[in-house]
Protein backbone atom coordinates (compact mmCIF):
# COMPACT_ATOMS: atom_id res chain seq x y z
CA UNK A 1 0.00 0.00 0.00
CA UNK A 2 1.51 3.04 -0.73
CA UNK A 3 1.73 6.24 1.29
CA UNK A 4 0.89 9.77 1.82
CA UNK A 5 4.11 11.53 2.43
CA UNK A 6 3.98 15.31 3.81
CA UNK A 7 7.32 17.26 3.59
CA UNK A 8 8.85 20.54 3.73
CA UNK A 9 10.85 22.46 0.97
CA UNK A 10 12.41 25.53 0.15
CA UNK A 11 10.67 27.45 -2.44
CA UNK A 12 13.84 27.20 -5.27
CA UNK A 13 13.75 23.73 -5.04
CA UNK A 14 9.76 23.51 -5.10
CA UNK A 15 10.25 25.38 -8.34
CA UNK A 16 12.69 23.18 -9.92
CA UNK A 17 10.35 19.55 -9.15
CA UNK A 18 7.46 21.24 -10.50
CA UNK A 19 9.03 22.54 -13.83
CA UNK A 20 10.76 19.01 -14.28
CA UNK A 21 14.45 20.15 -13.78
CA UNK A 22 15.02 18.62 -10.42
CA UNK A 23 14.34 14.67 -10.90
CA UNK A 24 15.82 13.71 -7.32
CA UNK A 25 14.42 15.34 -4.11
CA UNK A 26 17.49 15.04 -1.22
CA UNK A 27 16.47 14.61 2.45
CA UNK A 28 18.54 14.07 6.10
CA UNK A 29 17.43 10.65 7.16
CA UNK A 30 17.43 10.43 10.65
CA UNK A 31 16.23 7.62 13.43
CA UNK A 32 12.12 9.57 12.71
CA UNK A 33 12.07 9.40 8.95
CA UNK A 34 9.67 7.25 7.77
CA UNK A 35 10.26 4.24 5.01
CA UNK A 36 9.95 5.80 1.64
CA UNK A 37 8.99 3.39 -1.00
CA UNK A 38 8.12 3.62 -4.45
CA UNK A 39 4.76 4.84 -4.96
CA UNK A 40 4.79 6.77 -2.27
CA UNK A 41 3.07 10.46 -3.08
CA UNK A 42 4.95 13.22 -1.64
CA UNK A 43 2.65 15.91 -0.78
CA UNK A 44 5.42 19.52 -0.76
CA UNK A 45 4.56 21.88 1.96
CA UNK A 46 6.71 25.30 0.86
CA UNK A 47 8.32 27.27 3.32
CA UNK A 48 9.50 30.58 3.31
CA UNK A 49 6.94 33.60 2.70
CA UNK A 50 4.63 31.29 1.09
CA UNK A 51 3.60 28.83 3.43
CA UNK A 52 1.39 26.41 1.17
CA UNK A 53 0.90 22.98 0.01
CA UNK A 54 1.70 23.56 -3.73
CA UNK A 55 1.63 20.15 -5.19
CA UNK A 56 3.01 16.76 -5.27
CA UNK A 57 4.86 14.00 -6.89
CA UNK A 58 5.08 10.22 -7.25
CA UNK A 59 8.12 8.74 -5.83
CA UNK A 60 10.12 6.56 -7.93
CA UNK A 61 13.56 5.05 -6.96
CA UNK A 62 14.94 5.15 -3.59
CA UNK A 63 18.80 5.57 -2.65
CA UNK A 64 19.83 5.65 0.93
CA UNK A 65 23.52 5.41 2.05
CA UNK A 66 26.13 8.45 3.24
CA UNK A 67 26.23 11.48 1.82
CA UNK A 68 29.19 11.47 -0.20
CA UNK A 69 27.78 7.81 -1.64
CA UNK A 70 24.53 10.10 -2.62
CA UNK A 71 26.42 12.53 -4.37
CA UNK A 72 28.59 10.34 -5.58
CA UNK A 73 25.54 8.68 -7.48
CA UNK A 74 23.54 11.26 -8.66
CA UNK A 75 26.95 13.50 -9.86
CA UNK A 76 27.34 10.60 -12.35
CA UNK A 77 23.67 10.50 -13.59
CA UNK A 78 22.73 12.76 -16.21
CA UNK A 79 19.57 14.83 -15.93
CA UNK A 80 19.58 14.35 -12.06
CA UNK A 81 18.49 18.02 -11.58
CA UNK A 82 20.44 18.11 -8.63
CA UNK A 83 22.87 21.18 -7.63
CA UNK A 84 25.56 21.97 -4.90
CA UNK A 85 23.15 23.83 -3.59
CA UNK A 86 21.23 20.71 -3.06
CA UNK A 87 24.57 18.81 -2.31
CA UNK A 88 25.15 20.89 0.76
CA UNK A 89 22.16 20.34 2.50
CA UNK A 90 22.88 16.46 2.60
CA UNK A 91 26.31 17.41 3.51
CA UNK A 92 27.04 16.16 7.40
CA UNK A 93 24.08 14.22 7.98
CA UNK A 94 25.09 10.16 8.79
CA UNK A 95 22.75 9.22 5.92
CA UNK A 96 20.60 10.66 3.39
CA UNK A 97 18.16 9.64 1.10
CA UNK A 98 17.69 10.82 -2.76
CA UNK A 99 14.15 10.06 -3.57
CA UNK A 100 13.63 9.78 -7.23
CA UNK A 101 10.37 12.37 -8.40
CA UNK A 102 8.10 11.35 -11.29
CA UNK A 103 4.58 13.30 -12.36
CA UNK A 104 4.82 16.07 -10.41
CA UNK A 105 1.75 18.06 -10.03
CA UNK A 106 1.16 21.59 -9.46
CA UNK A 107 -2.16 22.18 -7.50
CA UNK A 108 -4.28 24.59 -9.36
CA UNK A 109 -5.43 25.73 -6.11
CA UNK A 110 -2.15 26.44 -3.28
CA UNK A 111 -3.66 25.06 0.02
CA UNK A 112 -2.32 27.81 2.55
CA UNK A 113 -1.58 26.57 6.04
CA UNK A 114 -3.34 29.04 7.59
CA UNK A 115 -6.58 27.33 5.63
CA UNK A 116 -5.66 23.69 6.69
CA UNK A 117 -5.39 25.37 10.24
CA UNK A 118 -8.57 26.80 10.63
CA UNK A 119 -10.48 22.97 9.74
CA UNK A 120 -7.98 21.15 11.56
CA UNK A 121 -6.54 23.63 13.80
CA UNK A 122 -4.44 20.19 15.78
CA UNK A 123 -2.21 19.78 12.34
CA UNK A 124 1.20 20.42 12.62
CA UNK A 125 2.60 21.88 9.48
CA UNK A 126 5.75 19.43 8.61
CA UNK A 127 9.74 19.74 10.09
CA UNK A 128 10.88 16.64 8.20
CA UNK A 129 9.32 13.71 6.48
CA UNK A 130 5.83 13.54 7.64
CA UNK A 131 3.87 10.27 6.94
CA UNK A 132 -0.27 9.64 7.27
CA UNK A 133 -2.52 7.72 6.82
CA UNK A 134 -4.48 7.90 3.35
CA UNK A 135 -7.67 7.71 5.19
CA UNK A 136 -6.97 10.70 7.42
CA UNK A 137 -9.25 13.79 7.09
CA UNK A 138 -6.43 16.41 5.90
CA UNK A 139 -5.53 14.14 3.35
CA UNK A 140 -9.40 13.24 1.87
CA UNK A 141 -10.29 16.58 2.71
CA UNK A 142 -7.73 18.54 1.28
CA UNK A 143 -4.70 16.91 -0.42
CA UNK A 144 -6.92 14.53 -2.33
CA UNK A 145 -9.30 17.34 -3.19
CA UNK A 146 -6.39 19.82 -4.75
CA UNK A 147 -4.95 16.98 -6.91
CA UNK A 148 -8.49 16.15 -8.80
CA UNK A 149 -8.97 19.70 -9.40
CA UNK A 150 -5.22 19.48 -11.09
CA UNK A 151 -5.22 16.56 -13.01
CA UNK A 152 -6.59 16.10 -16.54
CA UNK A 153 -9.07 13.49 -16.19
Known sequence: MTSVLVT??????????FVGKKKHDLRKLT?????????????????GTIKAFMGEYTVGGVITGK???IIRVLSETLRSGVSEEDFSYIKGSELALAIEVLNPI????PIAMKEVLRIFPDYNPPIGIQKLSA?????????DKARSLSVKH
Open 8 to 17: PIKPVFAYRI
Open 31 to 47: SKTPQVRAGDRVVLYVT
Open 67 to 69: PDY
Open 106 to 109: VYKV
Open 135 to 143: HEPVVTLIF
